[in-house]
């Protein structure tokens, strides 16, 4: 009897056991789907504002050591990117992005040469460098004229930009990269964080990215690309890869980061605190690893989508509709081989987001150009939504039975 009892005993612990780790998987299974676990990182957001708060630091520093120079003024600094925005996907290192807008220092023009093609965004443009003459100034900006002062008396001047980081006539990415890089690492030495911490700068071609390592060493990156704003508008000519195979270090591309960046900024304002409209698209980046589709074709869907559906449509009472309706969306795309560029030619774009002329009144192209010139690709694409199609509805039962548990509690 008693070797009876022993045995019920352990019976009774192992499916004890058997209950608690299937509870685990659940949870482990559920946190993978549930929109709890794709809500906004508010930890990540409060960081980027002080990583910006710093990086500004830096440059008002780096005004002043390139003061005597006819290096490029760096001034504002934008933070863009998933990771700021809050929908980013947690892989390796926290990585920051920003866009610092270059100004010519005194004596010098940009003139935005935006290029040769007629297609939205331009991936071709180019920034010629033009002296400007300075004579009757030369007290007022503490310079000679470069352009009307011998080459005996300019010995004694800094070099203008046009000797320094261009390339002929033409602004060098490349140059400009090598400078700044340079520039901020000695703007670091005069802020006191750097006692506490490291910078190291990684250089690229095109970009600076820095290492930041705090006293609690946890990692953190900042990308750092250039770019100078085209007249008064949220559209600027920047440092960032173009779609070529090859992009030539005098090629200044177009970027609509800091326009998509204020959109989102401009969502949030009227959001209320219950909104999950960067956790669908969270979730949708989730899901998608592994298929054809870019982040930026899944963000594009989501901007359309925020300014058909009411913004208070966005809560996470609404998140099952909402993925249907973006993954809906995106089929229909795929099917009609079409996805509209949500910046040009959109009559929805917010006021507040000042786009060049030709943005507002060209056709909007299309980001689904490769789909529609290959068949192969277009029936990979279909079958690809029909997956994703899928699988939502198959999750869509988790997040059902979440609400519907949270509700009765």
């Not at 006819?70 to 992005?97: A, N």
């Not at 690229?204 to 704003?229: A, E, N």
Request: glycine content about 4%; aromatic content about 10%; overall charge negative.
């Amino acid at each position: 009897n008693d070797s009876g009892e022993v045995e019920e005993e352990e019976v009774e612990k192992l499916q004890e056991q058997d209950e608690e780790e299937n509870v685990q998987e659940e949870g482990v299974h559920q946190s993978r789907f549930l929109p709890e676990s794709f809500g906004p990182n508010e930890d990540l957001k409060e960081l980027g504002d002080s990583l910006l708060f710093l990086v500004n630091i830096l440059i008002d520093i780096a005004q002043n050591v390139v003061l005597d120079t006819f290096f490029p003024v760096p001034e504002q600094s934008f933070v863009v990117g998933s990771t700021y925005e809050g929908w980013g996907l947690p892989v390796g290192e926290t990585v920051f992005r920003f866009l610092v807008s270059l100004k010519p220092r005194r004596g010098h023009i940009f003139y935005l040469e935006l290029g040769t093609t007629r297609e939205l965004p331009i991936q071709n443009s180019r920034i010629r460098v033009e002296l400007k003459c300075t004579c009757g100034q030369e007290q007022d900006l503490k310079m000679l004229c470069f352009l009307h002062t011998s080459a005996d008396e300019l010995r004694n001047q800094q070099p203008s930009l046009l000797d320094t980081l261009c390339s002929g006539s033409y602004l060098d990415v490349e140059k400009t990269a090598r400078w700044f890089g340079a520039v901020f690492k000695n703007a670091w030495k005069c802020v006191p964080l750097s006692a506490a911490c490291r910078l190291n700068a990684v250089h690229f071609k095109r970009s600076c990215r820095f290492q930041l390592t705090p006293m609690i060493q946890r990692t953190f990156l900042i990308d750092v690309m250039f770019g100078v704003q085209q007249g008064n508008t949220d559209i600027f000519l920047s440092s960032q890869e173009s779609e070529a195979a090859y992009t030539s270090s005098t090629t200044w591309p177009q970027t609509c980061a800091v326009a998509e960046a204020k959109f989102f900024k401009h969502i949030a304002a009227r959001a209320g605190e219950d909104s999950f409209h960067l956790g669908c698209l969270k979730v949708c980046a989730y899901i998608l690893v592994g298929y054809n589709f870019s982040t930026h074709e899944l963000k594009t869907v989501l901007m359309h989508l925020l300014t058909a559906i009411p913004v208070e449509c966005w809560s996470q009472s609404y998140f099952v509709q909402r993925m249907e309706d973006i993954l809906h969306y995106l089929r229909c795309c795929v099917e009609e081989k079409w996805l509209d560029h949500f910046l040009i030619g959109n009559k929805a774009v917010p006021a507040e987001i000042i786009l060049p002329w030709e943005f507002r009144v060209s056709v909007p192209p299309s980001l689904f150009q490769r789909v529609a010139r290959d068949p192969d690709r277009h029936e990979q694409a279909l079958y690809e939504t029909e997956m994703l199609r899928d699988r939502n509805s198959a999750d869509k039962w988790e997040m059902t039975d979440f609400h519907l548990s949270h509700s009765r509690a």
